[in-house]
């Protein structure tokens, strides 16, 4: 997983700690047992660019009340790398608790690297987890992580542009989309209506789940792409009316060659689909001159589907201090740190929580996050997404040739890469 968390993508959640109680221990304010904690120290990793500012020291707070005399240590991690990282603290149990790509925790998880927290769920608050949120941390029926943060991609437009084509307000439908988009191409000046590379492949992932259909699904005991099916094709379709508005957007590359957020600031780009990182800077481009809503469905009672993009939070399987770890994931999840997170625009990990979401880009990611999705929830998943990338191929293909024929060879070698042993 990409910066896509950062962007926006950064994070969460508690006050209570679920430390262990002694049988003479009062009870603290914060849950725990009011013993001493001297000499525990938990490690936590978080990636950089996740916690929002404020959520750390609250977190850190929250602890020390609830774990007096346990030193709790919050490293902060760069993504460049981290992979190999990850495999090796969770190894030699050098980490407690990390933060872990929704995409990645099948992986570490199907590995033996985290730590089992079925039984605990509840008690983190996981009833209320919103179930497509929590989709990623759940691996052959066992909760392995808690979900974090997300975030999703919206239609980010000029405003200008989009006013000088005479268009007052967002449409509600795809139809309606097209229609505008016509209208800021006729615009003189406008280079594209909507600048969308021809591999764009989360955009393509989100339609396709709103037509019902999946990346790649469970055949008996193996897996088979699902590119070939009637939903993969009519998905299709709608991306290739999407993609017809770019007049200079190339088939053969993806939203970061180059960064689309680099050719919209220009100002001559009506509008791009893309991430809150991909926001130009003000110095780029003024804030009051983009604008965002999200990316229309077939009918204007729900938008179209959407990649969900975040992370998790997860207890390393050789974690010391398993109890403190429980406790923090606790205090992280709180309705009060959660809540931080949707303040700092990112989507949290409960519905009740949404009403705390600020930020204009946020706010319009988070009626498509109710319908968004996830990859498959596989550990051979990441095979998948490795360079050459078969369903960026497949979108070339199929744009400039043959559909039929590219979705199956995509297909064929999506289900190569998933039933490859790990």
């Not at 089992?116 to 392995?144: H, M, R, V």
């Not at 594209?192 to 019902?212: H, I, K, N, R």
Request: charged share 25%; glycine share 10%.
């Amino acid at each position: 997983m990409k910066r896509q968390l950062i962007a926006a993508v950064g994070v969460a959640a508690m006050v209570v700690g679920l430390a262990a109680c002694g049988s003479d221990g009062k009870k603290s304010e914060g849950g725990s047992s009011a013993k001493n904690y001297d000499g525990k120290t938990l490690t936590v990793w978080l990636m950089d660019g996740s916690a929002p500012k404020g959520w750390e020291d609250s977190v850190k707070a929250d602890f020390a009340a609830a774990y007096p005399g346990a030193k709790l240590d919050i490293q902060t991690q760069k993504w460049n790398g981290i992979g190999q990282k990850v495999t090796a603290a969770l190894s030699e149990g050098s980490v407690d608790v990390l933060e872990i790509g929704n995409t990645q925790t099948a992986g570490y998880a199907a590995t033996g690297g985290l730590l089992d927290i079925t039984k605990d769920k509840a008690d983190l608050g996981g009833a209320d987890w919103a179930a497509n949120l929590n989709e990623s941390s759940i691996i052959e029926g066992k909760q392995y992580a808690a979900p974090w943060y997300f975030t999703n991609r919206v239609v980010t437009y000029n405003k200008d542009i989009w006013t000088k084509a005479g268009i007052a307000a967002p449409p509600k439908t795809l139809d309606e989309l097209y229609t505008d988009l016509d209208k800021v191409k006729a615009v003189p000046g406008v280079t594209d209506a909507l600048y969308m590379p021809g591999q764009e492949w989360y955009v393509y992932f989100g339609l396709l789940t709103s037509e019902g259909g999946k990346l790649a699904k469970k055949d008996g005991d193996k897996w088979v792409g699902g590119l070939s099916t009637p939903e993969g094709q009519k998905a299709f379709e709608t991306y290739k009316k999407l993609q017809s508005h770019s007049a200079i957007a190339p088939k053969d590359k993806d939203e970061a060659t180059p960064q689309q957020k680099d050719v919209f600031a220009k100002g001559d780009i009506g509008t791009i689909i893309g991430l809150g990182w991909e926001v130009p800077k003000p110095e780029e481009l003024a804030a009051d001159k983009i604008g965002y809503f999200a990316l229309p469905g077939a009918t204007a009672d729900k938008p179209s589907s959407v990649f969900l993009g975040g992370s998790n939070l997860a207890i390393a399987q050789q974690s010391k201090n398993p109890e403190l770890a429980k406790g923090f994931l606790k205090i992280a999840m709180s309705d009060k740190n959660e809540g931080l997170m949707a303040g700092a625009g990112l989507i949290p990990n409960k519905v009740a929580l949404n009403s705390k979401v600020t930020g204009e880009f946020a706010k319009a990611a988070l009626p498509a996050s109710a319908n968004g999705a996830t990859t498959p929830n596989v550990p051979t998943w990441t095979n998948v997404e490795n360079e050459p990338n078969p369903i960026k191929d497949f979108l070339t293909s199929a744009l400039t040739g043959d559909y039929a024929a590219a979705a199956k060879k995509a297909d064929d070698e999506i289900a190569k890469r998933l039933n490859q042993k790990q």
